[in-house]
């Protein structure tokens, strides 16, 4: 059992999946694991991805902006994220985070939000708020699509997927001879 919860952990920490590809596996591949087991550890890793990410996305911005043509492709793209979510941002601030974090769609979570906080400037005790919020919120959508989805395809297969009957091999009857007839 320890073996899939380091499964899980991993699956967590890769980008663009995260909890919304390790609480599926967890529920409905590693059938021996319990649910509310599969979403504590998926959530709590999923919320220390995206602090690790905020804290090492400084130094690595640091590190890019020291050579020239990033430094300026570097301002180019904040300055263009900036202005296209400014509006929201500040209409709701931390609140617009956490349901971009929380919103479980390809290209959104932890990191992803990370990295737009990092653009946008957040300062982390909003990041640490917005992160929680957004990932408990990804995990209960998640959790409760696959808890629902995973009965429901059960029930579904066994109703429309038939299951072809065993075959039965003809007993043969020995002839005379020894021989079996066909």
Not at 99 to 108: E, S
Request: with cysteine; hydrophobic share 50%.
């Amino acid at each position: 059992m320890l073996r899939e919860f380091i499964h899980l952990i991993l699956i967590t920490f890769i980008p663009g999946l995260e909890l919304r590809a390790s609480i599926p596996a967890g529920i409905l591949v590693y059938n021996q694991m319990s649910w509310p087991a599969v979403v504590v550890t998926c959530v709590v890793t999923n919320i220390i991805v995206g602090i690790v990410t905020f804290l090492l996305l400084a130094q690595v911005v640091r590190l890019v902006t020291m050579i020239g043509p990033l430094e300026k492709v570097y301002s180019w793209y904040v300055r263009r994220t900036q202005k296209r979510i400014d509006a929201a941002v500040r209409k709701y601030g931390k609140w617009a985070l956490a349901v971009f974090i929380g919103i479980p769609l390809p290209g959104t979570g932890a990191i992803s939000g990370a990295i737009a906080a990092h653009l946008i400037g957040m300062k982390l005790r909003n990041f640490l708020w917005a992160n929680a919020v957004g990932v408990l919120i990804a995990g209960a959508i998640v959790t409760s699509v696959c808890l629902a989805g995973g009965e429901t395809f059960k029930a579904a297969r066994k109703y429309f997927i038939k299951e072809p009957a065993p075959q039965v091999l003809e007993q043969a009857e020995p002839s005379e001879t020894g021989r079996v007839k066909r």
